[in-house]
């Protein structure tokens, strides 16, 4: 006899009274909103009651039967009931048990922390397919790299249309790549703590923040919690452009309780709170503010980041060729000691702007030193790199060969044992050498 039929057996409406019961008592323990528990308690007793129930012969019309009549009280989706697998794994031999080990790997190895895709499109329009928001421990160094990916572009897309959710820490994350400064994004009610967790953007991500950058987000009716914080707290701080459909409409977390052995309960113990609107989007879903269709929102999408990166890219290298111009009037009227710090705050802006970086400052400064015959008016420029990049070895070691250039022997020590040091720390495979040019420089101030 199966065990689907000997479970039939013994579903009877004392069975579902008693299931009725766990699951009224648990919503009436855990669920965020205890009025609303009670109602659906009382709504689902005058069900069993007017013998609703009865029509239903095992666990899995059962369950779908009961999600139905929760939902209708209280609207909320995340609430659900299933019926569990059962439990054989005391019957399962080792090597069973190790097949199924190394199932669930591969499972998590090929849903890649929930990263899909990832392309670069026409027009330098980032593109972004996401399915699901991971635990941090599996995700952030999959997210810095996929966004390391994404750094170069002048417009991004992110596809949450197929993204049910995930862990809030790693939106956190993914939300902080897009804002350079200190917000906070959404908070979470928990009733059995009784306490509000805020979740404000990071100071630093494992990659470049591009909190310019114009970003869409496609959005679609299967795009769930997680997925929906994200796009509603990207939208309340109008940070993005929503494109699709209204969203699936769950913003209260929770966790997995049992019923029984035969029946499970997902329970929102939690809300979401956007400091912004001081609500959620329970059960009305994230509004995009471009509606299309499932199957015009790719290229409805494509089209406006390809517009907005044009106009971004403009507008960018406007800002460069102002900043590049300010520094190149600075450093033609450069006086030996008197401008040497607007120098460096002029480096500094166009540092800060992406539109130098270590490599690019150093290349000036040689420039300067040898296709202009100007190594006094190198100098600032190399120092410079050392203030902006104090952890890169090479930045000294330029800067101290311009020291020993101009016969400033002891400051080229100085710097020559500060990118020893460095390279030795770092392991960089460039030791040798520098090591070689800071005993070069100690001779020669010995034999000065």
Not at 242 to 263: F, H
Request: hydrophobic letters at 35%.
């Amino acid at each position: 006899m199966s065990l689907s039929i000997a479970q039939d057996k013994t579903f009877t409406k004392e069975y579902k009274e008693n299931v009725i019961q766990s699951l009224s008592k648990l919503m009436n323990d855990y669920y965020v909103f205890p009025e609303v528990a009670k109602l659906t308690q009382e709504h689902l007793n005058a069900q069993l009651l007017d013998g609703y129930f009865d029509q239903f012969k095992n666990n899995e019309t059962f369950a779908a039967a009961l999600t139905k009549s929760v939902q209708t009280i209280n609207k909320d989706k995340h609430m659900r009931i299933w019926s569990n697998q059962p439990n054989m794994n005391s019957k399962k031999s080792k090597g069973s048990i190790i097949e199924e080990h190394i199932a669930r790997m591969d499972r998590s190895r090929q849903g890649n922390a929930g990263f899909q895709t990832v392309q670069i499109l026409e027009g330098n329009v980032g593109y972004l397919d996401l399915r699901g928001f991971a635990g941090m421990e599996t995700g952030k160094d999959i997210t810095d790299a996929y966004m390391k990916l994404m750094s170069r572009t002048d417009a991004i897309i992110i596809d949450l249309s197929k993204n049910g959710g995930g862990n809030p820490r790693m939106v956190q994350y993914l939300c902080s790549y897009f804002f350079n400064q200190k917000l906070l994004l959404n908070s979470l009610y928990w009733r059995e703590e009784n306490i509000t967790e805020e979740f404000w953007t990071l100071e630093e991500v494992g990659g470049l923040k591009m909190e310019d950058v114009p970003l869409f987000i496609i959005t679609s009716e299967r795009t769930f919690s997680g997925a929906e914080e994200f796009s509603y707290n990207m939208q309340t701080h109008k940070r993005a452009t929503l494109v699709g459909q209204t969203s699936g409409g769950g913003a209260n977390p929770g966790r997995s309780m049992r019923i029984d052995d035969n029946l499970s309960v997902f329970i929102p113990t939690g809300k979401a709170i956007n400091p912004i609107t001081k609500t959620n989007w329970e059960g009305v879903g994230v509004i995009p503010e471009v509606a299309t269709t499932v199957e015009d929102s790719y290229d409805k999408t494509l089209d406006l980041a390809q517009k907005a990166a044009k106009t971004y890219r403009a507008q960018r290298n406007k800002k460069f060729n102002q900043l590049f111009t300010d520094l190149s009037n600075q450093l033609d009227h450069y006086t030996v000691g008197e401008t040497d710090d607007i120098i460096f705050e002029k480096l500094k802006k166009c540092q800060e702007a992406n539109l130098f970086n270590e490599g690019d400052i150093n290349n000036l400064g040689y420039d300067y030193l040898i296709t202009y015959k100007k190594p006094k008016l190198a100098e600032p420029i190399l120092r410079a790199n050392t203030i902006l990049y104090p952890n890169s070895a090479n930045a000294f070691d330029s800067y101290a060969e311009l020291l020993m250039i101009n016969g400033d022997l002891e400051a080229s020590v100085r710097n020559y044992q500060r990118a020893v040091d460095i390279a030795t720390i770092n392991e960089d495979k460039n030791l040798q050498l520098f090591q070689k040019n800071l005993e070069i420089v100690k001779q020669k101030l010995k034999h000065k």
